[in-house]
């Protein structure tokens, strides 16, 4: 079958995105202002490439919501369906604020990290050891009993106990940047890209309070260690998740290596089943995400944040390359034989296409995981 010359269009003058579209042969759309439909491929903010709500698992207090809900509805089964241990103690600001001063008194020597529940790149992040360190927040005020907390603006925080032990290599925090693609939520099916990377801090980790408000120490946002003095242009911080996963298999040995890579793929599975029954599902859309997972210093995994653009700004020629066969793969999902597929077409995808395997179909599952006891599926995999 000859692959049609499709046309293009998008928001975004990205590489990684703009030369996959030519090596396809695809044309850029010519449309004038009133010809709004010249396009078949729209990479946009909104269209093809989102869910309209994309944001209820992709906006910090939006995704503890959920996940919080989702935990209630699933302690009421009977049988145990998911396991929720992978988000830190968490509260949003500012309605859960008096639930937070609580824990903060049941645990005066906890860490909390401080996140604006809307900004991505490590705007805005602070750690905080005393309440009085929220004034940091601009023009909130904090009464003198710690009763009452006053955002000048309307925008929400998360506040999450922060994890002091994360696993270190060669002394330096990172966390994994990973990539799943969802192209449907009802039924849901779920891909997971085999490559990815670690983002490294600059600095030696250290529990040092002196050094709380250096985040080149604690944020891995390659928008905040690129700043460094330590900065290596030559591999921008990032290390691939295939090198990460032979350390920690030569470390720690398979069996380890094998548990924290099911823990993480139920971190995946399970945050998106707690936004199932919310998103408005499109059969024109996809979405592809960016998970941040830390590692501790036992190997469990935590969930950081889930971000719906995941950066495609490339920082090296290994991660361009990363990013344009990612890019290149996600079409290969999303218009098999650059064709829009039909519902006959999409059931008789194959579970592996380029670098992308498929984690998990509702529609394989005879339980859909309402009733079966959580393991390790094989059908995910």
Same mark, same amino acid.
């Given at each position: 079958?000859?692959?049609k010359?499709l ?6 003058e ?5 030369e996959?579209f030519v090596n396809r042969?695809?044309i ?9 439909t010249?396009?078949?491929v729209y990479?946009a903010t ?12 992709? !906006?910090?207090?939006c995704? @503890?919501k =959920?996940? %919080?809900?989702? /935990?209630?509805?699933?302690d009421k089964?009977v049988?145990e369906? $998911?396991?929720f241990d992978?988000?830190p103690?968490t ?5 859960e604020?008096?639930l937070?001063?609580?824990e903060?008194?049941r ?9 604006p ?8 992040i602070?750690l ?9 927040i601009?023009?909130t005020?904090?009464?003198s009993?710690?009763t009452q907390l006053?955002l000048?603006s309307?925008e929400n925080?998360?506040?999450?106990r922060?994890?002091?032990n994360p ?9 994994? !940047?990973m990539?799943?693609? @969802?192209? =449907?939520? %009802?039924?849901l /099916?779920v ?5 990815g990377?670690?983002? $490294?801090?600059?600095?030696q ?13 604690h ?8 700043y460094?003095?330590?900065y290596?242009q030559?591999?921008g911080?990032?290390y691939?998740?295939d090198?990460?996963?032979?350390y ?20 995946m599975l399970?945050?998106l089943?707690?936004?199932q029954?919310v ?5 024109h859309?996809?979405?592809?995400y960016g ?7 036992n ?8 971000n719906a653009s995941p950066?495609l700004?490339?920082?090296?020629p ?6 344009m066969?990612?890019i290149n793969d996600?079409y290969n999902i999303v218009?098999p034989n650059?064709d829009?597929p039909d ?7 194959p579970?592996k ?10 529609n ?6 309402k009733?079966q006891?959580?393991?390790s599926?094989?059908?995910?995999k």
């Open positions: 079958m000859q692959n010359k046309k293009w269009k998008s928001d975004f990205k590489s990684v995105i703009i996959n042969g695809w850029k759309s010519q449309e004038k202002e009133e010809e709004q010249d396009w078949n990479w909104q269209i093809i490439n989102h869910f309209p709500n994309h944001y209820e698992l992709t !906006r910090k207090d995704m @503890v =959920n996940l %919080k809900r989702f /935990k209630r509805e699933q089964e049988l369906t $998911f396991n992978f988000l103690t509260y949003i600001f500012p309605g604020y008096s937070f001063v609580e903060f008194h645990n005066p020597n906890q860490t909390w990290i401080v996140k529940a809307a900004r991505s790149q490590g705007k805005g602070f905080l050891r005393k309440i009085q360190q929220l004034k940091k601009s023009g005020t904090v009464t009993n710690m006053n000048a309307k925080y998360v506040v999450s922060y994890i002091d696993l270190l290599i060669g002394g330096k925090k990172f966390d994994l !940047r990539y799943v693609l @969802v192209t =449907n939520y %009802k039924p /099916k891909w997971i890209y085999n490559k990377f670690g983002r $490294f801090c600059n600095e980790y250290t529990t040092d309070v002196a050094e709380i408000e250096n985040m080149f120490v944020l891995t946002n390659v928008a905040i260690q690129q460094s003095d330590k290596s030559k591999h911080g990032k691939s998740i090198a990460l996963k032979l920690v298999e030569s470390a720690y040995g398979t069996d380890a290596l094998n548990k924290m890579m099911d823990d993480i793929h139920n971190i399970t945050s089943k707690s936004v029954a998103i408005q599902n499109d059969k859309c996809f979405e592809m998970y941040d997972i830390l590692l501790d210093s190997l469990k995994p935590w969930l950081i944040e889930i950066s700004t490339t920082t090296t290994v991660d361009k390359n990363l990013k066969n990612l996600v218009l650059d829009f519902n006959d077409q999409k059931q008789q995808q579970t296409v380029g670098g992308f395997t498929l984690l998990y179909d509702e394989l599952d005879p339980n859909n995981r009733t006891k959580r393991q599926v094989k059908i995910w």
